[in-house]
């Protein structure tokens, strides 16, 4: 649970695990991420060896990105986290004709990074 004044790191978002802040910068500025978010267990007590990390991302409005580029995207948070990531895209949850889901996912999602 550790959380630095790193520029454009979100004060203090208790995490279960600790997050490689610069390495998570870096990825996002590469990725034009202006909006890193983290949701589901990581944030909370349930957050186990063998859970994921769910990651929602708002990207730049110059950035296309399509499919091929999501999963790259996943990859290297995989790598990064050394674990399973789960990665949407906050527009695609907004749009997600799953109120229950929304609901769930911006209502417990914490922005860790923000560009900027």
């Known amino acids: 649970m550790k959380q630095t004044d790193v520029a454009g790191f979100k004060p203090f978002v208790p995490t279960a695990i ?3 802040e610069a390495a998570i ?10 909006e890193f978010y983290l949701f589901g267990s990581v ?3 349930d957050f186990r060896p063998d859970s994921d990390i769910d990651v929602m991302v708002q990207f730049a409005p110059d950035a296309h990105w399509g499919l091929l580029e999501l ?5 290297e948070l995989e790598e990064m986290f050394g674990r399973k990531v789960d990665i949407l895209t906050k527009k695609s949850i907004e749009q997600s004709k799953n109120w229950i889901r929304r609901k769930e996912i911006l209502g417990t999602a914490r922005l860790f990074y923000v560009q900027g």
């Open 25 to 34: 910068a870096q990825f996002c500025q590469r990725w034009k991420v202006e």
């Open 18 to 20: 600790a997050l490689p």
């Open 71 to 75: 999963v790259r995207m996943k990859r």
């Open 43 to 45: 944030l909370r007590n």
